[in-house]
């Protein structure tokens, strides 16, 4: 029966599939996992059934490491929620029709709050179950044993601060080690990878380059690649769509907040990215991208139905997402970004700040902003804890026409020509943020950004 499972679900073809896939930069080509569709209950007169061969399928499936357990919490949660979403990610896929790329293998995750399915089951939770399989002897070569957990920036729960390090802890629910990649390595180990098969990497950008979770995910590939092991990224939608503003990196300021030769906003997937650094940064690892299935590239989050876990403690929600690539560059001044308030990274300000002075002068520049007093509670860079302080507040973006980038800079000029003698920039923040240290130019950039576009063609899943 083991052996009639493998042939059905094409374990014994993995290899194949997988060089092909590596041709291609790691674009998975997803099939059915070998599962034959079942004919009608007329054409088999055998069968009891549609039932039964509803039954028969859903055995073969599981058998590929869709546990039912997994499936079932996932169904529930779904009928709590009140309606399946019409995205998917790559969790979702891999364990419905590209199980065959983890039948059999111990598995690492590199994930966190964020690595969750349609339904809010956090990722970990679906691969521990599917790994509960191996308890059965018709299915223990066939079913994943996770072993591993690995955490980005802001730790498993998404919770800690920016720049604050974490060492190793077990997971309450599952007992498995979760060992920090924000502390003394930024990679797994040597001894880690021993551990594993392959590592699955699973997590929510913001679509900005200096958000640090594809930084982890690149240093995990090199350190992979190193060793001969699997990277499996399991896709997950850009929340601010497809649009790329900014300049592109130079490399000369590459960084860990800072990477890729991409631009600031980039509008690519994880998944993207991870192909695009494969490539062009020489890793040469054995990637395997799992897409999403159902979204379309210029979708933003609020178009997906799927849940929302912030990514990190001062982005809660999309206003605060949507202006991230944008107004993370005022961090590298004596301005508050609105950290530690209801409103970060969409708010500036400063005890000696004139918001009626710096007001008058974004409108000059074309950009509108509300007076605001807010006051920073704990808010994890220094600035101004505790104290009400008065400050602008920026518009919702629009999707089409807003340029966070350019906008947030439009706001600095304001602010510097309303308080030339109060305002200080960290040139050497600014530029490790913004990529470079050339000049602004709003249209050098677009031209940047749309070379860069038809540059990676060859990357882009969607």
Not at 6 to 16: C, K, L, W
Not at 206 to 219: D, E, L, Q
Not at 380 to 399: E, F, N, S, T
Request: glycine share 10%; with cysteine.
């Amino acid at each position: 029966m083991l052996a009639r499972a493998q042939r059905r679900f094409g374990v014994d073809r993995d290899h194949a599939r997988l060089h092909t896939d590596r041709r291609r930069n790691g674009r998975l080509r997803l099939g059915p996992l070998g599962l034959r569709r079942p004919r009608a209950a007329g054409h088999h007169q055998d069968r009891k059934g549609d039932d039964e061969v509803l039954h028969r399928s859903t055995m073969l499936l599981g058998l590929a490491i869709a546990s039912a357990s997994a499936l079932v919490v996932a169904e529930r949660a779904l009928q709590r929620a009140g309606a399946q979403a019409r995205v998917r990610p790559g969790i979702d896929v891999l364990l419905s029709e590209s199980a065959h790329l983890v039948a059999g293998k111990r598995l690492g995750l590199l994930t966190n709050a964020t690595g969750v399915d349609a339904a809010g089951v956090r990722t970990v939770d679906r691969l521990w179950a599917a790994s509960a399989d191996t308890l059965n002897p018709e299915t223990r070569n066939l079913a994943p044993r996770l072993t591993a957990l690995f955490a980005p920036e802001h730790h498993f729960a998404a919770t800690l601060r920016p720049g604050e390090t974490f060492g190793d802890s077990l997971d309450p629910a599952t007992g498995l080690p979760i060992y920090s990649l924000y502390g003394a390595n930024r990679a797994p180990t040597p001894a880690q990878f021993a551990l594993i098969d392959a590592l699955i990497i699973d997590l929510q950008d913001v679509g900005a380059r200096p958000f640090t979770y594809i930084s982890t995910a690149v240093r995990s590939m090199q350190a992979a690649a190193a060793l001969g092991k699997r990277v499996i990224v399991l896709d997950r939608p850009n929340p601010i769509g497809c649009r790329m503003q900014g300049p592109v990196l130079d490399t000369a300021h590459a960084s860990f907040i800072g990477l890729l030769p991409v631009p600031l906003r980039h509008g690519m997937t994880f998944g993207e990215l991870a192909r695009f650094a494969n490539a062009e940064l020489g890793i040469g690892a054995d990637l395997v991208v799992v897409p999403v299935e159902g979204w379309r590239r210029c979708d933003w989050f609020e178009d997906t139905g799927l849940p929302f876990v912030r990514p990190s403690p001062n982005l809660p929600d999309m206003l605060s997402i949507e202006w991230y690539a944008g107004t993370v560059l005022l961090e590298a001044t004596n301005l508050s970004v609105g950290r530690g308030t209801d409103a970060p990274f969409r708010q500036v300000g400063a005890p000696w700040l004139d918001g009626v002075q710096v007001a008058r002068e974004a409108s000059r520049r074309g950009l509108r902003v509300r007076l605001v007093t807010f006051t920073p509670q704990d808010p994890g860079d220094g600035k101004y804890p505790g104290r009400a302080i008065p400050g602008v507040r920026l518009p919702r973006l629009d999707r089409d026409s807003g340029d966070p980038v350019a906008m947030a800079l439009t706001l600095l000029d304001a602010i510097a020509a309303a308080h030339p003698g109060s305002l200080t920039v960290d040139q050497n923040g600014l530029a490790l943020r913004l990529g470079t240290r050339r000049a602004p130019g709003r249209i050098s950039w677009s031209h940047e950004a749309e070379v860069f576009r038809r540059r990676i063609q060859t990357y882009l899943l969607y």
